[in-house]
């Protein structure tokens, strides 16, 4: 396989895992906002744990489907990982986005209060509070949209930052292990 057929693979693999990573990032986007309290903080870290997990394991299955495991290179795999990432912040983009905007439209209010609750129970944090609420009042809350356009950018840099490890240890990985 020549270096753009690998290259287009990757992307279009990254694309249709993309999907499966996004509606598991929907999903623990539902478990942070519906359950509440030590059990929702449990099972939103117990997802955040799985996401570099499955992310490996979409890439040697990536490496496997390639047909020509042992001649992917880094750069493939990173490739893929940071693509695999970005397709499935979209889909958690729109999740936020139609929950922030149409679902709940206090959440994002209710999250900067939380905020501003929390840092006033800290000790000493008078000024950091008041630095806090007057940089929200300049600035105001940030719109749906703006933390939509803030997840994608927020897990491309995600994809890299795990692409980068995930990339090496999957290059390495011998292609003939099971699935």
């Not at 057929?5 to 249709?16: C, G, P, T, W």
């Not at 493939?76 to 149409?102: G, K, P, W």
């Not at 491309?156 to 980068?164: D, E």
């Amino acid at each position: 396989m020549e270096k753009f057929e690998q290259r287009m693979f990757a992307n279009k693999q990254a694309m249709y895992y993309g999907v499966f990573m996004g509606l598991f990032l929907v999903l623990k986007f539902a478990v942070d906002v519906s359950v509440k309290g030590t059990w929702g903080a449990f099972l939103s870290g117990v997802c955040l744990v799985l996401i570099p997990i499955v992310a490996y394991r979409f890439t040697i299955i990536f490496k496997r489907k390639s047909g020509c495991a042992e001649e992917i290179g880094f750069g493939v795999c990173l490739r893929f990982c940071i693509y695999l990432f970005f397709f499935a912040s979209m889909f958690l983009a729109v999740a936020q986005y139609v929950y922030c905007q149409h679902i709940n439209p206090n959440y994002l209010n209710e999250q900067v209060e939380m905020v501003i609750n929390t840092l006033s129970q800290l000790p000493d944090s008078s000024a950091t509070v008041e630095q806090f609420k007057k940089a929200i009042g300049e600035v105001g809350v940030p719109s749906a949209a703006t933390v939509a356009i803030q997840t994608i950018w927020i897990y491309i840099v995600v994809g890299l930052i795990l692409g980068l490890p995930i990339a090496a240890i999957a290059k390495n990985k011998s292609s003939g292990v099971q699935e």
